[in-house]
C-alpha cells in the first residue's frame, strides 16, 4: 500500500470555546461546513493553531469528537495529539483512532529537551502501537540537530507511518525528504506562505492555519498547480502573503487572535483566545476590517 495518505487542501482548524472553556459544537459545524463547501481535502485539528498544547486533554478529546462528527465523512480528519506529556499524547492516540479518525499526526516529545535520535524512533514507534491509522510525524526546528530524512528512512519501516508535516521552511531539505523511500512517502508543506514552494518541492498537500481564512484560495492555489497554470498559481499564492502579511500585523503574539476575529467577522463564533491572549477591541476590529479590505480581502 502507497505511504501517501493525505492530500490536497487541509487547514488547520481553530479551536472555537465559550466562556465556560467548552467547544462550541456549531462553531465547529459552521466552520467545517464552510471549508467543504469551499473544496478543502481534510482537517487538522487541536494542533498549533488548534492551541492544542495550551488547552486540557478533556477541551482536546471533545475538539477531537467534534471535527469528526462534523465533517462526517465528507474530508479527511487528521487529529494532533503532540503533547508535553508523552503519556498524553499515547491517550490522545487511542482516543482520536477509537473516535474514527482518519490519521494521527504529532510534533517530536518535547520542545523544551534535546531527545536523542533513538529516543525520537522510539516516541513515534509506540504512537505507531497505539493505533492502526496513517501518522504523519513533525518535521520542525524543534528537531534540529536531527537528520529528518534518515530519521523517516527509519521510520517508515513501520507499517503506519506515512510521512512528515514538514514546517521548516527549507525546500531544499523537503525535496530531500521526498526521495526517502523512493518517493513513497507522504510529505504534507507547513508555511502557508510558501505552500506553491512545497508543491513544487514535491509536497501532497498543505496544512496551514490561515486556510481556515481564505480556503478557496488555497484551494485555487493547489488546483492551479496541478493543472500547470503556474503563473494563475503564482497569482495566488502573491494575494495569499498580502492577506497573510495584514494577520500578522495584527497578531500581538500568535495569529490565533486575528485568525478567530476574522471568523468572528465572517459570522462564526469562535470565542476568544486561550488565556493569556487578548480578545480584539471595537476599535481594533475596525483597523483590522479596514486593512484586509485594503489587502484585497474576498468576504
Not at 470555546?17 to 462550541?24: E, S, T
Request: hydrophobic fraction near 45%.
Amino acid at each position: 500500500m502507497s505511504k501517501i495518505q493525505f492530500t490536497g487542501i487541509m487547514p488547520a482548524m481553530l479551536t472555537p470555546l465559550d466562556a465556560n472553556g467548552k467547544v462550541i459544537k456549531s462553531a465547529v459545524r459552521e466552520m467545517a461546513d464552510y471549508m467543504i463547501a469551499a473544496g478543502v481535502d481534510g482537517f487538522y485539528a487541536v494542533g498549533g493553531t488548534g492551541e492544542g498544547v495550551l488547552i486540557d486533554l478533556t477541551q482536546r478529546k471533545a475538539m477531537a469528537e467534534a471535527v469528526i462528527e462534523a465533517v462526517g465523512g465528507r474530508a479527511k480528519v487528521i487529529i494532533h495529539t503532540g503533547s508535553i506529556n508523552s503519556l498524553e499524547v499515547m491517550e490522545l492516540t487511542r482516543f482520536a483512532t477509537a473516535a474514527g479518525a482518519d490519521g494521527i499526526s504529532s510534533v517530536p516529545p518535547s520542545i523544551y529537551f534535546k531527545n536523542s535520535f533513538d529516543e525520537v524512533v522510539r516516541f513515534y514507534s509506540d504512537m505507531a502501537k497505539n493505533t492502526h491509522l496513517p501518522i504523519l510525524i513533525y518535521a520542525n526546528q524543534t528537531g534540529a540537530g536531527i537528520n529528518m530524512s534518515k530519521l523517516l528512512t527509519e521510520l517508515l519501516k513501520i507499517d503506519n507511518i506515512c510521512g512528515a508535516k514538514d514546517t521548516r521552511a527549507d525546500y531544499y531539505a523537503m525535496w530531500q525528504l521526498k526521495q526517502v523511500n523512493n518517493g513513497d512517502i507522504n510529505v504534507i508543506n507547513g508555511p502557508d506562505e510558501s505552500l506553491l514552494c512545497g508543491l513544487c518541492m514535491g509536497a501532497d498537500g498543505g496544512i496551514g492555519g490561515t486556510y481556515s481564512a481564505m480556503p478557496e484560495l488555497f484551494v485555487a492555489l493547489y488546483r492551479a498547480f496541478k493543472a500547470s497554470e503556474l503563473d494563475k498559481a503564482r497569482e495566488l499564492q502573491c494575494r495569499i502573503n498580502r492577506i497573510i502579511q495584514t494577520i500578522l500585523s495584527f497578531s500581538e503574539s500568535s495569529c490565533i487572535a486575528p485568525m478567530k476575529e476574522l471568523l468572528k467577522i465572517k459570522g462564526i463564533d469562535t470565542g476568544a483566545p486561550t488565556y493569556p491572549a487578548v480578545d480584539f477591541s471595537a476599535e481594533r476590529k475596525k483597523a483590522f476590517i479596514d486593512a484586509l479590505n485594503k489587502a484585497g480581502y474576498n468576504w
